[in-house]
């Protein structure tokens, strides 16, 4: 496989990171984004170092010009640009009521309108080549509801949605478009999650490796898909279990009690939350 140019949004560590690294070794050229400068730098110097070819701006994924500007940066840089992944997001979890007007608009903001504006800031350049892949990280929580977590969970519902519609409004086009959709990821995302007693449904199962998800991500880049579960197994029922919201709402209280005693068994092992943001891209759950 030839090697791309792949800008990667929400880059700076996490899944992100991880996926970097992952392109990097096999040769990809990259450019990354975030709104983390320090944190974006630290990756680029990283990868610069072991010979990749790779360039970094800091982005904020909810201003359209910043956006803009990366898709030109790249531009300049490498000549095209072959393949856009968003993993940009962000969490607050907490219950509804407890939920700032900003606190919400961040969360949908980032996690779903920002997404779309990127797609739409390097689509163009795609359909004029006939060419190109567009992949955004969503989440299990976007198949099926995450209370305590509902409007991080509407976001990724819509993120799911918007890249399902646009994958059909670009049929014929050679666009591709993927939605990759992990379980829950040992990611500052979790530790967030962990410190919200009520947010138990991401501790129902053993948390993944943010190298596994940037496996997933590596795999769809050559052998495009429109849908990617991480892992499989548990991707196929939780699908099974958005069939019937009945049944999901009748195992919910199996799945609180399975997922505190996960929660459990992470503060246990020592994880400690930290405060503020969950930085891009802590997909999950």
Same mark, same amino acid.
């Given at each position: 496989?030839?090697?791309?140019?792949?800008?990667?949004?929400?880059?700076?560590?996490?899944?992100?990171?991880?996926?970097?690294?992952?392109?990097?070794?096999?040769?990809?050229?990259?450019?990354?984004?975030?709104?983390?400068?320090?944190?974006?730098?630290?990756?680029?110097?990283?990868?610069?170092?072991?010979?990749?070819?790779?360039?970094?701006?800091?982005?904020?994924?909810?201003?359209?010009?910043?956006?803009?500007?990366?898709?030109?940066?790249?531009?300049?840089?490498?000549?095209?640009?072959?393949?856009?992944?968003?993993?940009?997001?962000?969490?607050?979890?907490?219950?509804?009521?407890?939920?700032?007007?900003?606190?919400?608009?961040?969360?949908?903001?980032?996690?779903?309108?920002?997404?779309?504006?990127?797609?739409?800031?390097?689509?163009?350049?795609?359909?004029?080549?006939?060419?190109?892949?567009?992949?955004?990280?969503?989440?299990?929580?976007?198949?099926?509801?995450?209370?305590?977590?509902?409007?991080?969970?509407? *976001?990724?519902?819509?993120?799911?949605?918007?890249?399902?519609?646009?994958?059909?409004?670009?049929?014929?086009?050679?666009?591709?478009?993927?939605?990759?959709?992990?379980? *829950?990821?040992?990611?500052?995302?979790?530790?967030?999650?962990?410190?919200?007693?009520?947010?138990?449904?991401?501790?129902?199962?053993?948390?993944?490796?943010?190298?596994?998800?940037?496996?997933?991500?590596?795999?769809?880049?050559?052998?495009?898909?429109?849908?990617?579960?991480?892992?499989?197994?548990?991707?196929?029922?939780?699908?099974?279990?958005?069939?019937?919201?009945?049944?999901?709402?009748?195992?919910?209280?199996?799945?609180?009690?399975?997922?505190?005693?996960?929660?459990?068994?992470?503060?246990?092992?020592?994880?400690?939350?930290?405060?503020?943001?969950?930085?891009?891209?802590?997909?999950?759950?």
């Amino acid at each position: 496989m030839s090697a791309r140019v792949v800008v990667l949004i929400g880059a700076a560590r996490g899944i992100g990171a991880a996926t970097a690294r992952r392109l990097a070794a096999r040769g990809d050229a990259l450019v990354l984004a975030d709104a983390d400068a320090p944190a974006l730098e630290a990756v680029r110097a990283e990868l610069a170092r072991g010979g990749a070819r790779v360039i970094a701006q800091v982005t904020d994924v909810r201003d359209v010009a910043a956006l803009t500007r990366l898709r030109d940066h790249a531009r300049v840089a490498f000549g095209r640009v072959d393949t856009l992944v968003n993993f940009a997001a962000i969490i607050r979890p907490a219950d509804l009521t407890e939920l700032s007007p900003g606190a919400v608009a961040d969360q949908i903001q980032v996690n779903l309108v920002g997404a779309i504006h990127a797609t739409q800031v390097f689509l163009p350049a795609f359909l004029e080549a006939r060419r190109g892949h567009v992949i955004h990280v969503a989440s299990l929580g976007g198949i099926v509801p995450l209370p305590h977590e509902t409007v991080y969970s509407a *976001s990724k519902f819509g993120l799911r949605g918007f890249c399902h519609a646009l994958a059909l409004e670009l049929r014929g086009t050679g666009v591709k478009v993927t939605v990759v959709s992990p379980d *829950s990821v040992d990611t500052q995302q979790l530790a967030l999650e962990a410190a919200h007693a009520p947010s138990t449904l991401a501790f129902t199962s053993a948390a993944l490796p943010a190298d596994a998800v940037a496996r997933a991500i590596a795999r769809a880049l050559d052998r495009p898909r429109l849908e990617v579960l991480v892992p499989g197994a548990r991707g196929v029922l939780i699908k099974l279990l958005a069939f019937s919201p009945r049944l999901f709402w009748l195992l919910y209280p199996l799945l609180d009690r399975l997922g505190r005693y996960g929660q459990a068994a992470y503060h246990r092992k020592g994880a400690r939350p930290r405060a503020g943001r969950a930085v891009p891209q802590e997909a999950r759950s």
